[in-house]
């Protein structure tokens, strides 16, 4: 039965969120609508599974400010590290500033939604990016 509910996922999506109530949301909105997930809910905690899942992630959704490592320098981390670089992140963050998402762009990511995030364009967003990922 797992090899069959594995075989229909999309894409396997690591989610790097410290609130509980926005880590919830994103895991429903993606899990229901066929990706795979793994979390992480600090920065520590995630430069540690990156390690363990680096060969099944197909994309890293990161928030930018989170305890123990922040989310910028997780990207250059990710970024500099030659088996991780070719992993897309998308910035999820409250951070509205052109600044702010001039330097997540600096750093590497590919992409930026603002929280809070409409359901459906995030959706929407994540489902064109495995789309056109995959032609």
């Known amino acids: ?19 509980l109530v926005n880590m919830k949301l994103i895991m429903d909105l993606l899990e229901f609508h066929n ?10 905690e995630a430069m540690e599974k990156i390690e363990v899942h680096k060969h099944e992630i197909d994309l890293v959704l990161m928030d930018l400010q989170l305890p123990e490592i922040d989310g910028l320098d997780l990207i ?37 939604i603002t929280k809070p995030i409409n359901v459906e364009e995030f959706v929407s967003k994540i489902d064109e990016f495995f789309s056109e990922a995959r032609v």
């Open 35 to 44: 990706y795979s997930i793994i979390e992480a809910y600090n920065g520590k």
């Open 76 to 112: 250059k981390a990710f970024k500099n590290d030659s088996s991780t670089k070719h992993i897309p992140i998308i910035v999820i963050s409250a951070h509205v500033m052109e600044a702010d998402m001039h330097k997540a762009m600096e750093a590497g990511c590919c992409n930026y």
């Open 1 to 19: 039965m797992m090899g069959q509910e594995s075989m229909n996922k999309k894409g396997t999506i690591f989610i790097v969120e410290d609130n």
